[in-house]
């Protein structure tokens, strides 16, 4: 069975246009990022736009149910309240 998506043209641009905004403020706070920790990142968007702000950086989506989908974000399975990465590598979390 195959499933057809249809989605609000008017929804899906201000939900991407949210996350263009959100995602430059926090990318000018650390201009020169070099490691990128999105918590709770799901499939990576989020982390995927932070990407290509940053494209030398290394970016980390963790997520309980990771669901890779974007190849410039490494896909971590791990809670937030326990994060398996050494404290204070990151630029941007």
Same mark, same amino acid.
């Given at each position: 069975?195959?499933?057809?998506?249809?989605?609000?043209?008017?929804?899906?641009?201000?939900?991407? &246009?949210?996350?263009?905004?959100?995602?430059?403020?926090?990318?000018?706070?650390?201009?020169?990022?070099?490691?990128?920790?999105?918590?709770?990142?799901?499939?990576?968007?989020?982390?995927?736009?932070?990407?290509?702000?940053?494209?030398?950086?290394?970016?980390?989506?963790?997520?309980?149910?990771?669901?890779?989908?974007?190849?410039?974000?490494?896909? +971590?399975?791990?809670?937030?309240? &326990?994060?398996? +990465?050494?404290?204070?590598?990151?630029?941007?979390?």
């Amino acid at each position: 069975m195959e499933v057809e998506w249809k989605v609000d043209s008017i929804v899906h641009d201000e939900a991407w &246009n949210r996350i263009r905004r959100i995602t430059d403020e926090v990318s000018a706070m650390a201009p020169k990022a070099s490691i990128i920790v999105d918590l709770g990142g799901g499939s990576g968007w989020f982390g995927m736009h932070l990407a290509q702000r940053h494209p030398g950086a290394k970016v980390i989506s963790v997520d309980l149910a990771p669901r890779p989908g974007e190849p410039k974000v490494t896909h +971590l399975k791990a809670s937030v309240l &326990n994060v398996p +990465l050494d404290s204070g590598i990151a630029d941007i979390v």
